[in-house]
T-cell receptor, first 115, second 111 residues
Framework: EAGVAQSPRYKIIEKRQSVAFWCNPISGHATLYWYQQILGQGPKLLIQFQNNGVVDDSQLPKDRFSAERLKGVDSTLKIQPAKLEDSAVYLC?????????????FGSGTQLSVL | AQSVTQPDIHITVSEGASLELRCNYSYGATPYLFWYVQSPGQGLQLLLKYFSGDTLVQGIKGFEAEFKRSQSSFNLRKPSVHWSDAAEYFCAVGAHTPLVFGKGTRLSVIA
């Protein structure tokens, strides 16, 4: 069974540049999550999609971060412009129905370094 | 607000020794509790979860955890650690809200 796919694996950019990350969840999973994991911290939810609608984006810095999930499958997370404090691993996860008691399946993440 | 505290940033154990990783949570109602493991360069993998019922839950890879409501704790245990258990371990809490993760405990295993 294919897992959650993310690309790129690594990205290095300079501050004020823009960057985009891509995620393909497990087939059939209605819910998709983007987490930010800063070094030494646990993952923090940025945005949760249920199919192609946003369920929770309360912790997404909307002045610079945006995300979309067209057709309820793949998703893209964008940062524009990037700041030094955006350096982190960006994890995508998916689950079957979106209930809190469900198991989340995580991708390997995109490690972003902002110089 | 819900929160998770993992008091130990880094733990080193000898291979074959027992392991206990601590997790304390703050939550207003009966929480859902989880332990995830993250190997270097990998995403998180669910080890076990607790919702209700038996307070001792069994997970994958020989791990277990015990929910103690009186102590607001959900500690992870393993009777005999293997070198492949070296990883970062995250405790998480949630219910009808998105999961909140602790900062993690890094486990090192020495021969």
């Amino acid at each position: 069974e294919a897992g959650v796919a993310q690309s790129p694996r690594y990205k290095i950019i300079e501050k004020r540049q823009s960057v985009a990350f891509w995620c393909n969840p497990i087939s059939g999973h209605a819910t998709l999550y983007w987490y930010q994991q800063i070094l030494g911290q646990g993952p923090k939810l940025l945005i949760q999609f249920q199919n192609n609608g946003v369920v929770d984006d309360s912790q997404l810095p909307k002045d610079r971060f945006s995300a979309e999930r067209l057709k309820g499958v793949d998703s893209t997370l964008k940062i524009q412009p990037a700041k030094l404090e955006d350096s982190a691993v960006y994890l995508c996860a998916s689950s079957l129905g979106g209930r809190t008691n469900e198991k989340l399946f995580f991708g390997s993440g995109t490690q972003l370094s902002v110089l | 607000a819900q929160s998770v505290t993992q008091p130990d940033i880094h733990i080193t154990v000898s291979e074959g020794a027992s392991l206990e990783l601590r997790c304390n949570y703050s939550y207003g109602a009966t929480p859902y509790l989880f332990w995830y493991v993250q190997s270097p360069g990998q995403g998180l993998q669910l080890l076990l979860k607790y919702f209700s019922g038996d307070t001792l839950v069994q997970g994958i890879k020989g791990f277990e955890a015990e929910f103690k409501r009186s102590q607001s704790s959900f500690n992870l245990r393993k009777p005999s650690v293997h070198w492949s258990d070296a990883a970062e371990y995250f405790c998480a809490v949630g219910a009808h809200t998105p999961l909140v993760f602790g900062k993690g405990t890094r486990l090192s295993v020495i021969a």
